[in-house]
Structures are given as C-alpha cells and as structure tokens.
C-alpha cells in the first residue's frame, strides 16, 4: 500500500496542496500534520478583521470541520514534525510516532523574529503570528492604555490602525527612515505615514530599541538608543519572520536562508520538495533583484500558487513555478496593493494624485512592480502587464493620457 504524500505544516500551502491534489484526482493517502490545535485558517485578518471584530474563527478556516473526512485527508492537529528519516522515507512527529512518506512536502512556514533585547519577555509584549496570538492580542487591548508598536511592516502597521481606531495612543518604533522601507517606495512609505499620523498614530523613525522596562513583571515601557523612554503596558514587536528551515537543515538540505528548491519546487531530494514561506525558489521576477534570482515570499498568493503548482507536478502534470507575486495590506480605511517585485534601487513614477495613485517600479528600464491605493483597475492591469511581460516605458507610466489598459489588454 502506497504511503502517499505527507505534508509538514498545515498553513495556507500546506492545505492549499491537500485540497488541490484531491482535485487533481490524487488517490493514494494524504496527511496534514500541523502544530496548532485549530484546522487549517488564514492569517492575514488576523491583524484586521479579527482583532477588530469583524469575523470569529469559524469565519478564518479555510474549509469546514467535514471537509477532512469528505475527502481522505488525515489532518493531525497539535504536532510538529521533529525529524526526517531520508532514508527510511519516515518523517518522526513530536509524540514520538512518525509516518512513512512516499513523498513529503516541507510547508513549514516562518516564526516571528524575536527582539533581542533585555524585558522582551514581560507581561504585556506580544508578537502575533498565529491564532492564539491573535486571542492573546485581542484580550490585552480590552485593557490597553498606551501601546508600542515595535517595526512599522505590514502587521505592525495593520495593527497600529486597528488600535487607534478604537482610540488607543499609539507609537511605532522603526529602525528605517521611513514605513515599510523594504517593502515599498519612498512615495508610498510617505502616503502612509501622514495616513497614520492621520489616524493618531504617532511615528520614531531611525530608533533603536535597546530595552522593555518593567513594573513588576510587566511591560511598562520602551527604552530607546537616544535616551528617551515611552511608556507602553501593551508592545506588539514585528521586526520580519524567520524561515523554519531547521528540519531540512538537520535532515542535510540546503536551507541556510529557506529550503533551497529548484524551478519545479523540489529539493535535491527527489522525494522531498517545499513550498510557502519557509522556500526560497527561483522565479523570472527576481531577476536583477538578487544575486541568484532566487527569493522568499511570505504571501498567501504564493503559498496558493505553490500549493497548485506541487500537485500539478504530483499527478502527472509538472511545470515550472512562475506565479506572479502580489500582496495587499488593509491599514485603516486604506488598502495598499502591490504587484511584482521591486528592489530598492528601483525607479519610481507616480500616476494619479492625493489619495488615489500608483507607483510604477522600474529597474534597468523594465517594469517591475506597482504599487497602488485606491487605484484597484491600475493593480489589475499591472498584473497582466507583468505577468505578460509586457513592455512599459517610464514616459508611458508618467503620461496620464496613455492607455494603460489598452496595452495590457493587447495581443502579443
């Protein structure tokens, strides 16, 4: 009897790869082995929706509680993956059991990066990555007086307009000059911190963190290089995520910065392949971007996408990934959204003013992202042009006359 496929880590690639691999009509066993209690759920309203109170956690999973039994997957909630057995095709769980596996897929995603300060872990600092986070997050604001936001990225962005909506004083720390520096242009950074400020949230840009002062055994406040101090009794920390690359490691696979996968999302192992944010992959968009064009996308795009991708190839129809990455960030009454990938040596041209616009990214004089609020036909077009690949000028983009529509909808 086959012992099918065994997926470590029941996130959104984890499951997306389960239920598309039954689509694709896969008939041999599939288990899901994930090491939170609830089934498998999305994360990004997390940070907006549910901590707002705008959808429980029924309305988070991804499928309903038949679903498993309906279609053969074995889902084990509430175990990690410890140890693979390549050689032996066993994959060694928490309690001490392990699975055979005819192929295994890595799904294990990323953890929040830690603050490597004295006082990180008080009362009263919080990260929030999972739903128990979340739940954690949500009863500490019932209560909250003053909060700190440590890291100005999406999810500590996303949270800081959450909190001030509900008319909590709100400060973010951030190490870079401006919000969402690695993620974003100058422009956009812009237009989001005065939207913030906006909203009452107040901003320490170029700040270093050098301690969490305390009251007895609580969170009190933020201690800063320069000598300030803010109080604080509720600190989210979102400073990046680390890829949970330690199974593959110790199992000798390439994962120095994420498992190392090849086009066709495989490791050097031919049984062994991975996908979703603990996979670092090769991808045309990330060309010119890195050193070896290879990237690793935190996204549920792309953990979809990924998902899809794997089962293709897993019954019998394999291509190469080449998914076009694009996100979206919910911050107030302001949607960011971002197609492809852009560098920070990226050149920028704004369409549109005030509230509504778009920034086109070029590097080496090609279209490589754009960046929009409030400009949803602009995000759609970018995706066909850079999906297509096809050509757009700087000049073209800088034009508000010029048909960008009609370029995207044009025949190669």
């Not at 062994?272 to 549920?300: K, N, Q, W």
């Not at 086109?360 to 602009?378: N, T």
């Not at 757009?392 to 034009?399: G, I, M």
Request: glycine share 12%.
């Amino acid at each position: 009897m086959s012992a099918g496929v065994v997926v470590a880590g029941a996130g959104q690639a984890g499951f997306q790869l389960a239920a598309s691999l039954r689509e694709g009509g896969f008939r041999d066993p599939i288990t899901l082995v994930g090491d939170e209690a609830a089934l498998p759920y999305q994360r990004p309203p997390l940070s907006k929706a549910y901590l707002a109170g705008k959808t429980d956690q029924e309305g988070l999973f991804l499928r309903p509680p038949g679903f498993f039994a309906e279609h053969a997957v074995a889902h084990r909630p509430g175990l990690r993956a410890v140890a693979i057995d390549r050689d032996a095709r066993r994959l060694q769980l928490s309690d001490g059991t392990d699975l055979p596996y005819d192929h295994l897929v890595l799904a294990t995603g990323a953890r929040n990066r830690p603050l490597p300060v004295p006082g990180a872990e008080l009362a009263g600092v919080r990260q929030l990555r999972g739903l128990a986070d979340a739940d954690a997050l949500k009863e500490s604001l019932a209560t909250a007086r003053a909060i700190v936001v440590v890291g100005a990225g999406f999810i500590g962005l996303e949270f800081a307009a959450v909190a001030a909506a509900r008319g909590l004083p709100v400060t973010v720390i951030e190490a870079a000059e401006r919000p969402m520096a690695r993620a974003v242009s100058s422009e956009m950074g812009a237009f989001f911190r005065r939207a913030h400020a906006a909203m009452g949230v107040r901003f320490a840009f170029g700040a270093g963190v050098t301690a969490i002062v305390g009251r007895d055994g609580r969170a009190a406040g933020v201690a800063l290089a320069d000598g300030r101090e803010l109080a604080a009794d509720l600190i989210l920390v979102g400073i990046g995520v680390l890829p949970n690359r330690e199974l593959a490691a110790e199992a000798g696979l390439p994962a120095e910065d994420g498992v190392r996968v090849d086009a066709f999302l495989a490791t050097p192992d031919p049984a062994i392949s991975a996908i979703g944010d603990c996979a670092r992959f090769p991808i045309p968009f990330a060309r010119g971007l890195t050193p070896d064009g290879t990237v690793r996308i935190e996204s549920v795009q792309n953990a979809i996408d990924q998902g899809r991708c794997l089962a293709a190839r897993l019954t019998g129809k394999p291509a190469s990934y080449g998914a076009l990455p694009w996100f979206w960030s919910d911050q107030g009454p302001h949607k960011l959204q971002i197609a492809g990938l852009s560098g920070p040596g990226d050149a920028s041209v704004v369409r549109g003013t005030g509230d509504a616009f778009s920034v086109f990214r070029f590097r080496d004089g090609h279209l490589s992202a754009v960046e929009s609020v409030a400009r949803a036909g602009d995000h759609m077009i970018a995706r066909r042009l850079l999906t297509a690949g096809t050509p757009l000028t700087p000049d073209q983009a800088a034009d508000p006359d010029f048909d960008l529509k009609g370029l995207a909808l044009r025949r190669p």
